[in-house]
T-cell receptor
C-alpha cells in the first residue's frame, strides 16, 4: 500500500522558520495536502499543491515539491506560538477515493 | 455558517455496547468520509460514501457500520465487534470525488471504551 512518512517531532524557537518534511512512495499522486491539527480538534486544511507544481507560497507558508525524490515540505516563516500543532501531509492518487495520511509531525514552538 | 459538525465531542462506552457517532454537513457535499486517528499514527479510512444510499469500506471497516440516507448525514456505528474502539474519530466531506476536491474535516469525537 501507499506509504507517507513524516518525522514525529520538531521544535523551533519563536521567530525562526520551521520546515516540516514528508516523503511518499507512489508516483501517481495527484494532489498533496498539508493539514494542521490543534489539540483536541479536527484537521484544518492549510494548503495543497498539485503534482505538476514544484512550489506554492501562501503568506507565511511555502510548499516545496520534489516529485523526482517524492519529497514534500512545508516551511512556516516567522513561526509563532500559535503554530504549535500537529501537521499532517496527505496525498491522493489519480482515480483513488481516499487520502493517505502521514503520521503527523508535532511542532512545538518555544517562546 | 457552513461546515461539518460532529457530536458528541466526548463519548464513553462500556465494553460490549454499540455506539453511534453523528456527522452532519451543510456544505452540499456529495462525498463523506470517516477516519480513525490513533496516537502517533496518521488517519486511517474506515468508510466513505460518494453519494446518498451508497458507501464503501475503507482500510479498517471491520467492527464499524455506516448509513447514508440523507446527503447531509453520515453516522458511524462502532459495534461491539470492534476490538479496540478507543480512538479519535474524524468525519470529512468533499464536493465529489477526492482526486479533484479537497476534504474538509469536522472537529472530531473522542471515544473511550471503559
Amino acid at each position: 500500500g501507499e506509504d507517507v512518512e513524516q518525522s514525529l517531532f520538531l521544535s523551533v524557537r519563536e521567530g525562526d522558520s520551521s520546515v516540516i518534511n514528508c516523503t511518499y512512495t507512489d508516483s501517481s499522486s495527484t494532489y498533496l495536502y498539508w493539514y494542521k491539527q490543534e489539540p483536541g480538534a479536527g484537521l484544518q486544511l492549510l494548503t495543497y499543491i498539485f503534482s505538476n507544481m514544484d512550489m506554492k507560497q501562501d503568506q507565511r507558508l511555502t510548499v516545496l515539491l520534489n516529485k523526482k525524490d517524492k519529497h514534500l515540505s512545508l516551511r512556516i516563516a516567522d513561526t509563532q506560538t500559535g503554530d504549535s500543532a500537529i501537521y499532517f501531509c496527505a496525498e491522493i492518487q489519480t482515480g483513488a477515493n481516499n487520502l493517505f495520511f502521514g503520521t503527523g509531525t508535532r511542532l512545538t514552538v518555544i517562546p | 455558517d457552513g461546515g461539518i459538525t460532529q457530536s458528541p465531542k466526548y463519548l464513553f462506552r462500556k465494553e460490549g455496547q454499540n455506539v453511534t457517532l453523528s456527522c452532519e454537513q451543510n456544505l452540499n457535499h456529495d462525498a463523506m468520509y470517516w477516519y480513525r486517528q490513533d496516537p502517533g499514527q496518521g488517519l486511517r479510512l474506515i468508510y466513505y460514501s460518494q453519494i446518498v444510499n451508497d458507501f464503501q469500506k475503507g482500510d479498517i471497516a471491520e467492527g464499524y457500520s455506516v448509513s447514508r440516507e440523507k446527503k447531509e448525514s453520515f453516522p458511524l456505528t462502532v459495534t461491539s465487534a470492534q476490538k479496540n474502539p478507543t480512538a479519535f474519530y474524524l468525519c470529512a466531506s468533499s464536493i465529489s470525488t477526492p482526486s479533484t476536491d479537497t476534504q474538509y474535516f469536522g472537529p472530531g469525537t473522542r471515544l473511550t471504551v471503559l
